[in-house]
T-cell receptor, first 115, second 112 residues
């Protein structure tokens, strides 16, 4: 168990550019979550997958955001036409569905700065 | 909608003093409740969880939490705080849709 890994740790981009983040969950976990966290706030839910199926997506999530988990393993989160308001920490977490009270295991996040 | 409130934005305690961080939730059914801790620039680490049974749950690093259904609360406690406990603490509840809803967090500072 190597934990949840996220890449890159930091990303600086100019407004209007596209960015893509990757998340590798704990290998036996079938659920994968994306959260966004701004300074001084709790994590805000974006979306989650069970295996390769995207089961829920936040209504607050702009159409510029898209996530995939094509083979039910790693996931990518893409933000198109970035805006300064997208600057945040993007957290990935995984869990094991079907286990009562299964907690989320988080990666260390990708910090995005949009200039 | 499900929600979690943490009334204290920032708490400062002296090393060795006791600690209680408050968490209240709004949820229509028996909740799954969690406490996480986050150090600067890091992800969140699970401290403890509650989903049934004994309402007093023990976690890592000497933390415990008590679920009180009548008060819709799940407060985190530690009898003696260490300087390394300084961090941000988040309470979370799993909602109907199986996604986790987090509170805004409480920042803990520890005085030597």
């Amino acid at each position: 168990d190597t934990g949840v890994s996220q890449d890159p740790r930091h990303k600086i981009t100019k407004r209007g550019q596209n960015v893509t983040f990757r998340c590798d969950p704990i290998s036996e976990h079938n659920r994968l979550y994306w959260y966004r966290q701004t300074l001084g706030q709790g994590p805000e839910f974006l979306t989650y997958f069970q295996n390769e199926a995207q089961l829920e997506k936040s209504r607050l999530l702009s159409d510029r955001f898209s996530a995939e988990r094509p083979k039910g393993s790693f996931s990518t989160l893409e933000i198109q036409r970035t805006e300064q308001g997208d600057s945040a920490m993007y957290l990935c977490a995984s869990s094991l569905a079907g286990t009562q009270g299964s907690p989320l295991h988080f990666g260390n996040g990708t910090r995005l700065t949009v200039t | 909608a499900q929600s979690v409130t943490q009334p204290d934005i920032h708490i400062t305690v002296s090393e060795g003093a006791s600690l209680e961080l408050r968490c209240n939730y709004s949820y229509g059914a028996t909740p799954y409740l969690f406490w996480y801790v986050q150090s600067p620039g890091q992800g969140l680490q699970l401290l403890l969880k509650y989903f049934s049974g004994d309402t007093l749950v023990q976690g890592i690093k000497g933390f415990e939490a008590e679920f009180k259904r009548s008060q819709s609360s799940f407060n985190l406690r530690k009898p003696s705080v260490h300087w390394s406990d300084a961090a941000e603490y988040f309470c979370a509840v799993v909602n109907y849709g199986q996604n986790f809803v987090f509170g805004p967090g409480t920042r803990l500072s520890v005085l030597p």
